[in-house]
């Protein structure tokens, strides 16, 4: 029967509310037991099937473990509990000429902590601090060294004094972590102060090198040549490192060592300094320009501070460096019983770790000589025996108002007279190449652009000598070309870059932005002395392996060939000879003051310079010579920088170095011998 819409709605007190949710119990969800049949054997099929899913999964996984992925999970394994540690090797030894043993090694005793136990034991630090005289920041800045890893020992005292030694054998149970360990560190049984620029001195490697040899088995806690003959003859003198496996709990701690390589010694590098050459010409240097400092320029009066020199030996048959002293010098004990900071910078402010003898580059002024001697008698463009009369002042022909030197005045005033080629080099005159280097320039398109330029190249002036040693600064030879290079580099250092006569008269004898190396110079005056072979000034001798056996032999090297026939050679030596002999000559006073041979059977040829520097600063002083001349064996050079006259301050340096020579003649190489002190 059909009722009106509004009839279906709920009366009011009979229903829900208008709207009102309808309410939903558990029970309207889950059906009443009594509605439903148990079915407890689903429950368990359901149970077992899980577990036996999880069974399957652990069987397949120790399947791949057992059996696919065995030896992945031994090499893992293995690297868990297995460590190397590297043995350095101990490094070969430095030898002179004669087998005298000038870098060596010593066994100490090194006190090391393990730093697992320093951070279990916190207070051994305190305990090590109070026996060792450290401070707890000193031994935690060496705990914190990234050279060592974390299951290295590291190095807390080197060479441990035997107290301490003793003292922490006897007490074990008070120091956890420590073991005293050997160790080889560098010494020097002849002092730690001969030829130390030439030696050199190892320490740390850094992370830049180890990355630049990936393939040499350097570790970060090698210990490395950082200059000198230690850092050129690296390779052979580092031996090759031993190793150690070691077997490791899980706190890092050893528990055994499984396995040894033992490291091999280092070759020992042979030189052909010698060791008393080496130590007269040392102290040659240090009295010279003590002697300097003391007395003032009879010129300018003032006290020449003389702050660098150097002086060197060399055979002039075969390039052998004989022996290179450095001024100021360093000794090189301090690298092993440790070095301030504040001693350091002291010594780097001072200039110390400068090897002047290559790495100083000085105005070489009349020693210059010899090159545009040479090169006037090349060329032709005066004979030796054409005379020039020196009056002490030299004017450029047409040289105008304004351009760059016009009058050049000798360092003798009053002029030396009327000299030849051979007159010119005894007196020094400065006239006279003043003169050549006008005519050169005047005569540019008959004898080429350069033409004393190009025989100092010959020489090796301006050229680097190719020595045995690291960081040689090469030396330059004033040109035209030069001083455009100059100038673009530093505008400011050098403000001439046009090229005019006087430039080209300055040059001629020695003077302009001429600067040259005291390496450079003594190798061109060997050249001379031999003939016209340039050889390659050569530090070590050979290689010697731990066993005796030779195992490299250096040969003299000859770089270049200077033209000296008799009638270029002879004329010049004829100068030089007199510069020591005769009475005339700039270094007669110095020679027969302190040379104690007989300038008659062993005859000397030399040089003075005596170079111009900055305005107020005194000039460097130079003398270069080689003998004796009747059968050239040795040339030698000092310069001492703002010493002064040549003749004054390098001339009795030189002849000092002669009394030593001509007593104690050098002899051959020794591969064999060694000698301990």
């Known amino acids: 029967m059909w009722r009106p819409w509004y009839s279906l709605r709920p009366r009011i007190g009979q229903g829900t509310r208008i709207n009102e949710p309808r309410t939903v119990g558990l029970r309207d969800l889950v059906a009443s037991p009594d509605e439903v049949g148990a079915r407890p054997e689903i429950r368990w099929r359901i149970i077992g099937a899980f577990f036996v899913v999880l069974v399957a999964l652990v069987i397949t996984r120790l399947f791949f473990l057992q059996v696919v992925e065995h030896q992945a999970a031994l090499a893992t394994v293995n690297s868990n509990s297995l460590r190397t540690a590297n043995i350095p090797a101990a490094r070969g030894e430095i030898r002179d000429r004669s087998g005298n043993v000038l870098v060596g090694n010593v066994s100490t005793t090194e006190l090391v902590l393990s730093q697992e136990q320093a951070r279990l034991n916190p207070g051994i630090k305190g305990t090590l601090a109070a026996l060792t005289g450290q401070s707890i920041a000193d031994i935690n800045a060496s705990l914190n060294n990234v050279q060592y890893t974390s299951y290295q020992p590291v190095p807390i005292l080197l060479n441990t004094p035997a107290p301490i030694i003793q003292y922490v054998k006897l007490h074990p149970s008070l120091f956890p972590g420590v073991s005293l360990v050997s160790a080889s560190t560098r010494t020097y049984p002849l002092g730690g102060s001969i030829a130390p620029h030439v030696m050199g001195y190892v320490g740390p490697i850094n992370p830049a090198e180890v990355a630049a040899n990936p393939n040499a088995g350097y570790q970060t806690n090698s210990i490395v040549g950082q200059n000198g003959i230690e850092q050129f003859y690296e390779p052979f003198l580092r031996g090759h490192d031993g190793s150690e496996k070691l077997r490791v709990d899980a706190r890092g701690n050893v528990v055994a060592v499984t396995q040894i390589k033992e490291p091999a010694v280092g070759n020992s590098v042979v030189l052909n300094l010698d060791a008393g050459l080496q130590q007269a010409v040392d102290q040659a240097l240090v009295t010279g320009i003590h002697r300097v400092r003391a007395n003032p320029?009879?010129?300018?009066?003032?006290?020449?501070?003389?702050?660098?020199?150097?002086?060197?030996?060399?055979?002039?048959?075969?390039?052998?460096?004989?022996?290179?002293?450095?001024?100021?010098?360093?000794?090189?004990?301090?690298?092993?019983?440790?070095?301030?900071?504040?001693?350091?910078?002291?010594?780097?402010?001072?200039?110390?770790?400068?090897?002047?003898?290559?790495?100083?580059?000085?105005?070489?002024?009349?020693?210059?000589?010899?090159?545009?001697?040479?090169?006037?008698?090349?060329?032709?463009?005066?004979?030796a025996q054409q005379y020039v009369r020196d009056t002490g002042k030299f004017t450029v022909p047409g040289c105008l108002q304004g351009n760059h030197g016009c009058v050049f005045h000798d360092d003798e005033t009053t002029g030396v007279g009327t000299v030849n080629l051979p007159l010119a080099l005894t007196r020094s005159s400065d006239y006279y190449f003043y003169n050549l280097g006008y005519l050169f320039w005047s005569h540019t398109g008959r004898y080429g652009d350069t033409?004393?330029?190009?025989?100092?190249?010959?020489?090796?002036?301006?050229?680097?000598?190719?020595?045995?040693?690291?960081?040689?600064?090469?030396?330059?030879?004033?040109?035209?070309?030069?001083?455009?290079?100059?100038?673009?580099?530093?505008?400011?250092?050098?403000?001439?870059?046009?090229?005019?006569?006087?430039?080209?008269?300055?040059?001629?004898?020695?003077?302009?932005?001429?600067?040259?190396?005291?390496?450079?110079?003594?190798?061109?005056?060997?050249?001379?002395?031999?003939?016209?072979?340039?050889?390659?000034?050569?530090?070590?001798?050979?290689?010697?392996?731990a066993q005796g056996k030779l195992v490299q032999r250096y040969q003299p090297k000859v770089v270049d060939r200077v033209s000296l026939p008799p009638r270029v050679r002879s004329p010049i030596v004829a100068g030089l000879i007199g510069v020591v002999n005769d009475s005339s000559g700039t270094g007669y006073y110095a020679f027969h003051h302190y040379a104690n041979f007989n300038l008659n059977s062993f005859v000397v040829a030399g040089k003075t310079g005596t170079a111009s520097n900055a305005p107020g600063q005194e000039p460097n002083s130079w003398f270069v010579a080689f003998g004796p001349v009747q059968n050239p064996r040795y040339a030698v050079v000092c310069v001492i920088g703002q010493g002064g006259y040549g003749a004054d301050g390098a001339a009795p340096v030189v002849a000092q170095i002669f009394n030593y020579l001509v007593a104690h003649p050098v002899k051959p190489v020794e591969f064999t011998a060694i000698r301990s002190h």
């Open 297 to 383: 320029d009879p010129r300018s009066g003032r006290y020449p501070p003389a702050p660098n020199g150097a002086a060197i030996v060399i055979d002039v048959h075969t390039g052998a460096v004989l022996a290179m002293s450095s001024f100021p010098g360093y000794d090189l004990n301090s690298f092993t019983h440790g070095l301030s900071t504040s001693e350091f910078r002291h010594l780097e402010a001072n200039g110390a770790f400068n090897n002047y003898a290559i790495q100083g580059q000085y105005t070489p002024g009349s020693t210059f000589k010899l090159i545009t001697a040479t090169a006037e008698l090349q060329t032709g463009i005066m004979s």
């Open 451 to 545: 033409p004393i330029q190009d025989v100092a190249a010959h020489y090796g002036l301006g050229q680097y000598t190719l020595v045995d040693l690291p960081y040689e600064d090469v030396g330059r030879v004033d040109s035209p070309t030069v001083r455009i290079a100059l100038h673009k580099s530093c505008a400011r250092c050098f403000p001439n870059y046009s090229w005019y006569t006087g430039d080209n008269v300055e040059m001629a004898f020695g003077q302009g932005s001429t600067a040259i190396t005291p390496l450079e110079l003594v190798t061109a005056y060997a050249t001379l002395a031999n003939g016209g072979y340039r050889y390659a000034p050569q530090v070590a001798a050979g290689v010697v392996s």
